[in-house]
């Protein structure tokens, strides 16, 4: 907010030293006003003085007043601005749309897009981004993913990890059930499997990897059997919203390219759990992401999309909302431009949903992608995306506005043609 609103004074006071240029000066005061607006938009994310407060909704301020009201953020506000993208698992009691209330709750007290999240029942927020993600169980608040194994200092200094043996004991039982070979006896081990790392503090995840069951479970994903397959994938997913180690154990195993053909599969529980798992190693950085880009995944997800778009449910439009974002998020590298291409068709198809939590994170990827070199930029505008974006600034809710506005503001800060195609799609207007 204070770096958005030093921008804007900036701005203010160069806008004051013009003379002449009108056409320039519409602009200047375009992005004036888009960063006024999308520091209001952010003001909830502060807690400022009663008599600041009351001073904004009753006098006009010019931007330096308005700076000089805010108090600086507290260490606590900073520490809650958290940069993970995954969500975890917990129980399985409730579905995924339970979850919902939760997540418009957190955002609305501090927008967060979620890189990963664990598959759970608990209401929690982010498909985003969603839990560490629990069932896209939408962005849950988020959850720092505790380690799954206790941890000792001993003198020297360096931590020692100590597994709990009644975990692996228990992890050596079931491993005997899913080489069983009886589908029954398989799909009850699977589904213990999934329970025990579906819990909401310190999940046995170490545990499940040094027992060796992450092999099998990848196994059990080419199963005919729909239900186990669902089984498998959410434990699966649970184990992804770990730390960075536990997310590189499961691509070690070779079971990525096996969830990027789950995209394809009849079933659209196993379809979106899938989406989930990929989500979830998508946000654990750059690298893992364009490894998911390299193997094709937003090739194969734009052509699943264009087959079933039409006949999926709220919940699995959301996670791929989600997974989308996951893709095209990040600047270190960013991604290749041609796969933000490929997704662009799809993202704007589902920019025209209904749906707040859909169009929240269309709006994040735009808004990631517009935040690069010009080429980026076109490629969104090309899509005749600004008219709708404009539209979303008046959403009713400023989950969806705050991303709409940010997507437009990156789309000002390129070339003049850019920029007057925002004014054209009645920016001003908005902007009153």
Known sequence: LIVELKMAAAIEEQLNALEGDQERNVKELAALQMRIL????MLNDYELEQSASNKLNHESLSVKELLDTLPSPSQDAKSDRRDKYKFTSRTPAMLHEQNLESFAKRLDQLRIHEHS??????AVGNPSLHAVRVARNRHPHRHHVVASASFMRPAGGKE??????????RYQQLKA???SGDEGRMHEATAQIRRSLSVERDPPITEAIRAGLLPLLGGILRHKN?????EACW????????TNEHTQALIATGVVPVFIQLLS?????????????LGNIAGDGPAPRDMLLSLGIMQHLVEVM?????????????????????LVRGKDPRPALHHMQTALPMMVQMLYQDDAEVLTDVCWSLSYICDGPSEQIQAVVEHGCAPRLVELVMHDSHVVANPALRALGNIVTGDDIQTQLVLDAGFLAVCG
């Open 177 to 179: 059930e899913l080489l």
């Open 265 to 277: 599969h009849k079933s659209e529980n196993v379809f979106e759990q899938a989406g989930w798992a």
């Open 226 to 230: 729909a239900s186990i397959v669902f």
């Open 306 to 326: 264009n087959q079933r778009h039409a006949s999926l449910g709220t919940s699995a439009l959301r996670n791929t909302a989600w997974l989308v974002s996951n």
């Open 38 to 41: 999308n520091a209001t938009l």
């Open 117 to 122: 999240r664990p598959r759970g029942s608990h």
């Open 235 to 242: 434990a699966l997913t649970n184990v992804a919203s770990g």
């Open 160 to 169: 020692v990890v100590v597994l709990r043996q009644e975990e692996l004991a």
